[in-house]
């Protein structure tokens, strides 16, 4: 459903203004090294959100923010609240289910099955409007706290 | 992006994508491409089996691929079944402008007792972003009031004070609407069993049907008399394209600048960083 031909003219435009960004900039995508990960039977996983969830007793995102905030595995879903700043995304399913953005009863489900090895203790949730080149440092950040954590995978989920 | 800065740092990862034009042109190492509305990456509420066989396609890439691949979701998701399908099974008044407050206070009312269902049977609320208890909803719906009847953006109301506001002006109004509406949303989606409006049938059925509705429709306006455009970025983030009256609900953008360029150059007015500029 969210081909771009499915959305607003002006959402459509919007995004393909943030692609031709991307295309533009001097970040060299291919530099990227290609990491073999553990088999996923034996790999502790972590939720990287772009929803800008976080507790509400957290700094709420700042228009612009570039920063993370954590969530632990074990949060109550009462706890969290979405600062996200934009309109045109649906929330309703989120409103009725926390596992339609950040499915963590599903990551749990399938540790207990033996599909993946574990779940971290600990997520992390960013503002995903904030234009990505700015995430640099966060993105070193939330990386060595994985490997502080012992988590050897990282799932992201954009909203 | 993220995915590159993790990877260049050691933490290979797998994600979800909801914009395949995106995903195409960053190369991230592995990732699923779902065909589902924004907003909703595991696709659908309330169905663990759906979300649990999105959830294992996009973590099984790490165990498959052995160079980048974007691979297909193949199923859309089990919804509604698209626009137009749903209606709203709780019957509101007429929209009503003249007296904005005892209309709202009366849609909230009738609205109470299916928010207080849904928010003992799901055992949480989304309200609260603004940083209201969603006990407070009283005060968000002061607190729009007085900004649609012209109150301004620079300082918070009288009537509403009181809650512990977490946003800074100007940016809070867009957030005490958005609690507002996530009153609304859950007490109209409450009944089990049914499936939820698609994103285009709520804002419908806010806009048109609501006296909230009309509320934000005369906050924005507000901004549109008012002085410093750079508050239209917020009008954009408050109401969704295609409910603006025929017209870009960002508006016209100031000559030579495009939409991302205007967002930015207005972020620090409304994160409150920065002084008024008239």
Redesign the interface.
Same mark, same amino acid.
């Not at chain 1, 959305?7 to 959402?11: D, I, N, S, V």
């Not at chain 1, 435009?13 to 692609?19: D, F, I, Q, Y």
């Given at each position: 459903?969210?081909?771009?031909s499915e959305?607003? *003219?002006? /959402?459509a /435009?919007?995004? #393909?203004? =943030?692609?031709a960004?991307?295309?533009r900039s001097s &970040?060299d995508?291919?530099a990227? %090294?290609?990491?073999?990960?553990k088999? #996923?039977r034996e $790999?502790t !996983?972590a939720l990287?959100s @772009?929803a800008a969830l976080h507790r509400?007793d957290d700094?709420?995102f =700042? &228009?612009?923010d570039t920063g993370y905030r954590l969530i632990p595995n074990d949060i109550? %879903?009462?706890e969290?609240?979405? $600062?996200h700043? $934009?309109? +045109? &995304?649906?929330? @309703?399913?989120?409103? =009725?289910? #926390? +596992?339609?953005?950040l *499915?963590i009863? =599903?990551?749990r489900?399938?540790a207990e099955a033996g /599909?993946?090895g574990g779940v971290s203790p600990i997520h992390f949730s !960013?503002l995903g409007a904030t234009? $990505? &080149?700015l995430?640099?440092r966060?993105? /070193?950040e !939330?990386?060595?706290r994985?490997?502080d954590l012992g988590?050897? @995978?990282?799932?992201?989920? %954009?909203? | 992006m993220i995915s590159h800065y993790l990877q260049r740092n050691g933490i290979p990862t797998t994600t979800i994508s909801l914009i395949r034009e995106h995903t195409e042109i960053t190369r991230q190492p592995r990732a699923l491409w779902v065909p589902f509305p924004l907003g909703r990456p595991l696709g659908v509420a309330d169905d663990p089996d759906f979300q649990r066989d999105v959830l294992r396609s996009a973590l099984r890439l790490l165990d498959t691929a052995t160079k980048p691949v974007i691979e297909d979701y193949p199923h859309d998701a089990p919804d509604g079944g698209g626009d137009g399908v749903w209606s709203c099974s709780i019957m509101l008044p007429e929209p009503e402008v003249s007296d904005l407050e005892a209309a709202i206070r009366g849609e909230v009312d009738l609205l109470t007792p299916w928010y207080e269902e849904a928010r003992r049977r799901r055992g949480r609320t989304t309200v609260g972003i603004s940083g209201v208890k969603p006990e407070e909803i009283d005060k968000v719906v002061s607190f729009i009031v007085a900004i649609a009847e012209g109150s301004g953006f620079q300082q918070i109301p009288v009537s509403a004070e009181g809650p512990n506001w977490r946003h800074p002006l100007p940016m809070l109004v867009r957030f005490a609407v958005e609690d507002l509406r996530a009153f609304y949303q859950e007490a109209v989606t409450s009944q089990e069993g049914t499936k939820p409006p698609s994103q285009h049938d709520m804002h419908s059925w806010i806009f048109n049907r609501t006296t909230l509705g009309r509320a934000i429709m005369a906050i924005g306006h507000q901004i549109a008399d008012n002085e410093d455009r750079r508050l239209m970025t917020m009008r954009g983030l408050m109401i969704p394209e295609g409910f603006w009256e025929g017209e870009v609900s960002w508006g016209e953008l100031p000559p030579g600048m495009d939409r991302l360029s205007f967002i930015k150059s207005s972020r620090a007015y409304l994160a409150g960083e920065e002084a008024e500029a008239r």
């Open positions: 459903m969210v081909r771009l959305l607003h *003219p002006e /959402e /435009e919007h995004m #393909l203004g =943030r692609a960004l991307l295309k &970040f995508f291919d990227t %090294p290609w990491i073999m990960p088999p #996923l $790999s !996983i990287i @772009t509400r700094p709420a =700042r &228009f612009g109550d %879903p009462a969290l609240v979405q $600062s700043i $934009s309109v +045109n &995304f649906d929330r @309703t399913h989120y409103q =009725r289910d #926390l +596992n339609v953005v *499915p009863d =599903r990551m489900e399938l /599909e993946i !960013i234009e $990505s &080149f995430f640099e966060t993105g /070193e !939330i990386a060595r994985l490997h988590v050897d @995978t990282a799932m992201l989920v %954009p909203v | -």
